[in-house]
């Protein structure tokens, strides 16, 4: 499974972003796909999940700003994120669990800028 992330850059605070990743190679229907965070002198976070079945789950510091969602039939995970803060400031990693193997993207830079 290779997963391709891209839509991170640099917006001011409040602000929004919205970032995809789509998953390709010898797959049939990934498990949990999601979105994990890394801040500079940070451990990796999670910052939202979505089943095959649309159920998500977000960390505190998501709910109520970021929306996930994916596209079943592209085997792509959508972060759509509004009223950005500086704190959401790291690099964004995208995750697929399938068949019991975590898969992770290259990782895309969001800055928020104050």
């Known amino acids: 499974v290779q997963l391709q992330a891209s839509g991170g850059g640099s917006v001011q605070a409040g602000g929004s972003l919205r970032l995809s990743c789509a998953a390709s190679?010898?797959?049939?229907?990934?498990?949990?796909m999601g979105w994990y965070r890394q801040a500079p002198g940070k451990q990796r976070e999670l910052v939202a999940t979505?089943?095959?079945?649309?159920?998500?789950n977000y960390a505190d510091s998501a709910k109520g700003r970021f929306t996930i969602s994916r596209d079943n039939a592209k085997n792509t995970v959508y972060l759509q994120m509004n009223s950005l803060k500086p704190e959401d400031t790291a690099v964004y990693y995208c995750?697929?669990?399938?068949?019991?193997?975590?898969?992770w993207g290259q990782g895309t830079l969001v800055t928020v800028s104050s």
């Open positions: 190679g010898r797959i049939f229907r990934i498990n949990v």
């Open positions: 979505v089943t095959s079945g649309g159920r998500t």
């Open positions: 995750n697929a669990l399938f068949r019991a193997r975590n898969y």
